[in-house]
């Protein structure tokens, strides 16, 4: 039930944006105006470096997946590759979704060599990724790696999968207002 509100809400907001932006302004008072203003600017250049992070995480991903399945000997490395990557972009779903059951399932018929090779790939590029999307995606936004991980940690147990990509959005947006309204506010200092 979650899923579905969260999507048709989705939907709805994005087809009416403008009248829901505009109904908006309208409500706020002019001093926040300015800030709303300030705030969908920063949302749109935030948003955008999001995505080219998670692009990033998802090329690697693909990269990793790619040169393990060869490695492993598996036919068709390529294509499986690229399959899985587009499937670790899911929220919920990852590469788990195919390389766990693909591994067990290779250990039950008794090809244990390589049912074990694609479980140690599971587990190698589910490391490397829990190391470099804290580090790509706190880049992207401006935060600290650390805050940016506890951010989607918090994002995730309070929220939900959704959580885990809008609160670091939500505290990078806190952030930048507060540090651009900071500066606008405080005395220029003798020399500038």
Do not use: C, Q
């Not at 600017?41 to 955008?48: D, N, P, R, V």
């Not at 390589?114 to 589910?126: D, Q, S, V």
């Not at 991980?149 to 505290?171: E, N, R």
């Amino acid at each position: 039930m979650y899923i579905f509100v969260i999507v048709f809400s989705s939907y709805y907001f994005a087809v009416d944006f403008d009248k829901v932006n505009r109904t908006l302004v309208k409500i706020l008072p002019a001093g926040g105006r300015k800030y709303a203003a300030l705030a969908k600017k920063e949302m749109k250049g935030t948003l955008g470096k999001l995505l080219k992070a998670y692009a990033l995480i998802i090329l690697i991903t693909f990269t990793e997946l790619f040169i393990l399945l060869t490695l492993i000997g598996v036919k068709y490395s390529l294509i499986i590759a690229f399959f899985i990557a587009l499937i670790d972009i899911l929220p919920v779903l990852g590469t788990g979704t195919v390389l766990v059951p693909w591994g067990l399932i290779l250990l039950l018929i008794g090809k244990t060599g390589k049912g074990i090779a694609i479980l140690g790939a599971y587990a190698f590029i589910t490391v490397l990724r829990e190391i470099i999307e804290p580090k790509l995606v706190g880049k992207s936004i401006g935060i600290h790696p650390l805050a940016a991980l506890a951010a989607m940690y918090a994002g995730l147990k309070i929220f939900g999968i959704l959580g885990m990509f809008f609160l670091p959005l939500i505290i990078m947006l806190i952030k930048n207002i507060y540090s651009k309204t900071r500066k606008a506010v405080s005395p220029k200092t003798e020399g500038e």
